[in-house]
């Protein structure tokens, strides 16, 4: 997470920072919440129950560049290095900003592209062309080190874009924030993924890959989040099962450890690889009763299995919709969305250990876009 300016503040930001960097082992025990969630694989969640407004998009074409300078007020600034921890996105494309219209906007401020350690020999964020071919410019995440020192002396590496209501950066008391929040991204993962799928792994606890988060009240003992995280169907992955996406929800307890809000879930449709492919991810805040996560993946070419549970039909959604608590079931004032990573790359070394021969972990990123309400 990011620091903010005002200097009384940056005490409960800096805690912030620890807690979001972290990933103790309470992270991934067995569910111990007592709020099951109500489960709705390849169920539709009409259209129009999105926030209808498109604030921001961008495919990272026209003017769009990355700024290799921090921002003073952002923990690690140094402009005397060039292994910044913090990078930021300018330009233009279609008439949306990522300066006056996202960063200047009302809601969140900015977008900029976070890296907590590491240099730039470590872990990277460029622009480059589509790894399929053409000239279309897509956003990669690559990390050939895990550098980072985590729990449990566990190396992690990370590269997320922070999204964060300005009521926490810049501290604008006066900033809406968001009761609904929708994004949609195109990502590609390489077929060098097969080598995780090909492989055994450790408990989750101890070995993971983070592509998306969303946090609210972090720093207080109303903290909440919501991953999306890779996982095989089960813990210790067994080699050559398929590669999931699993969903989690966990607040914090009296003694500020992480528990579960509602159960992990592993969708049953997996993670397509070698293929561009359309994810989309909607929270509504909300209790048990009125709460929605919904995700969904739409894959550009289709995939058959041996268990036809996890075939992947080109141009067709794979939806998953929980309706249970999008904050914490203490939190008696919940005030609206606060932060969220919809582009994150965060990683134990052991996962990326496995990819390294093959150049190292890659995402790529393309087509994001914004909704909020």
């Not at 709705?40 to 700024?67: C, H, M, Q, W």
């Amino acid at each position: 997470m990011i620091a903010k300016k005002l200097i009384p503040m940056i005490a409960s930001v800096f805690a912030l920072l620890v807690l979001t960097e972290s990933c103790t082992k309470s992270d991934n025990q067995p569910d111990r919440g007592d709020n099951p969630a109500t489960v709705n694989e390849n169920t539709t969640l009409a259209a129009a129950v999105f926030p209808s407004t498109i604030y921001f998009k961008s495919g990272f074409d026209g003017t769009t560049a990355r700024v290799l300078t921090d921002d003073p007020a952002f923990p690690g600034y140094n402009p005397s290095v060039d292994n910044l921890q913090i990078e930021d996105l300018t330009g233009a494309e279609n008439g949306y900003n990522w300066q006056s219209t996202l960063q200047s906007g009302p809601w969140f401020d900015g977008f900029r592209i976070n890296y907590e350690g590491g240099l730039n020999t470590d872990r990277r964020a460029d622009l480059l062309n589509d790894p399929t071919g053409g000239t279309n410019k897509v956003m990669r995440y690559w990390i050939n080190n895990a550098t980072i020192p985590g729990d449990r002396g566990i190396l992690k590496g990370r590269i997320q874009s922070d999204l964060t209501n300005k009521r926490v950066i810049p501290a604008t008391a006066t900033a809406p924030k968001a009761r609904e929040y929708y994004h949609k991204v195109r990502m590609f993962l390489p077929d060098s993924y097969d080598l995780i799928k090909n492989a055994a792994l450790p408990a989750q606890y101890d070995s993971w890959i983070n592509f998306f988060e969303y946090w609210d009240a972090a720093g207080t003992t109303n903290q909440f989040r919501i991953a999306i995280d890779l996982a095989k169907p089960t813990s210790p992955g067994v080699a050559g099962d398929p590669l999931l996406f699993k969903i989690k929800a966990q607040k914090v307890n009296a003694s500020i450890q992480f528990i579960e809000q509602w159960p992990s879930v592993n969708t049953s449709f997996p993670i397509p690889i070698g293929q561009w492919f359309t994810a989309e991810v909607y929270i509504k805040q909300g209790t048990g009763a009125t709460g929605i996560f919904y995700f969904s993946v739409t894959p550009s070419i289709s995939v058959y299995n041996a268990n036809p549970d996890l075939n992947l039909t080109a141009g067709v959604r794979k939806e998953l919709t929980i309706n249970n608590w999008t904050y914490s079931s203490s939190n008696a004032a919940p005030d609206g969305i606060e932060d969220t990573a919809p582009m994150k790359l965060y990683c134990s070394k052991d996962m990326v250990d496995i990819l390294r021969p093959s150049g190292g972990m890659k995402v790529y990123w393309d087509d994001i876009e914004l909704r909020f309400k």
